[in-house]
């Protein structure tokens, strides 16, 4: 693990995944999360749900062939940012597993369809996957690296990357899932 602020953002994605709050990380939880995701997407939007649907099996088994205990179909805290620090975050996988479910999130929660999102379809994003919104305005002011009122499709993928790689802790994309305080 590269840095405290990693493992911090990494616990934060853990208790996240883990849906049912009891502590460890199953294919149910995954199934829960791939459900909260493309229930983001409209109906009749097939192309974002199946981008979202893909990516969080794959999430899943990255998780799996990594675990240490082969006898065992789920994953404790401490596996799971290990695993995240030494196989999710490498880049081929980090391109297929959380970027394809990214551009997917991104395209679901655009509906008027013009490539960004205002801070309303954004803060959307807090609501369906159950992100507590007290903090969604400030992510969003710090995410629009350029003002204009909009998260740019490169806004929103260097929010995602540094979210998940940077060990700086002044990176605005600390803030892709609100304040890190609120975690502690
Ligand atoms: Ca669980
Ligand atoms: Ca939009
Ligand atoms: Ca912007």
Do not use: C
């Not at 969080?56 to 082969?70: C, I, M, N, S, V």
């Not at 940077?166 to 899932?177: I, Q, R, V």
């Amino acid at each position: 693990m590269k840095t405290d602020l990693q493992a911090r953002k990494f616990n934060h994605v853990f208790k996240w995944f883990d849906q049912n709050g009891d502590g460890w990380v199953t294919q149910d939880d995954v199934e829960t999360m791939a459900g909260l995701f493309s229930a983001v997407a409209e109906e009749n939007d097939q192309k974002n749900r199946s981008a979202m649907k893909r990516g969080f099996p794959h999430w899943w088994t990255l998780l799996l062939d990594a675990r240490e205990d082969k006898a065992s179909e789920r994953i404790g805290k401490q596996e799971f940012i290990r695993i995240m620090d030494a196989v999710v975050i490498a880049p081929k996988n980090f391109e297929i597993a959380v970027v394809g479910i990214v551009d997917g999130l991104l395209g679901a929660l655009d509906r008027d369809g013009n490539g960004s999102l205002s801070r309303e379809e954004y803060v959307r994003m807090y609501e369906a996957l159950g992100i507590p919104p007290t903090t969604s305005g400030e992510a969003f002011r710090r995410l629009d690296r350029n003002g204009d009122g909009e998260l740019s499709h490169s806004e929103f993928h260097q929010a995602i990357v540094e979210y998940y790689l940077s060990s700086d802790p002044n990176a605005p994309g600390n803030w892709l899932l609100g304040s890190l305080d609120a975690l502690d």
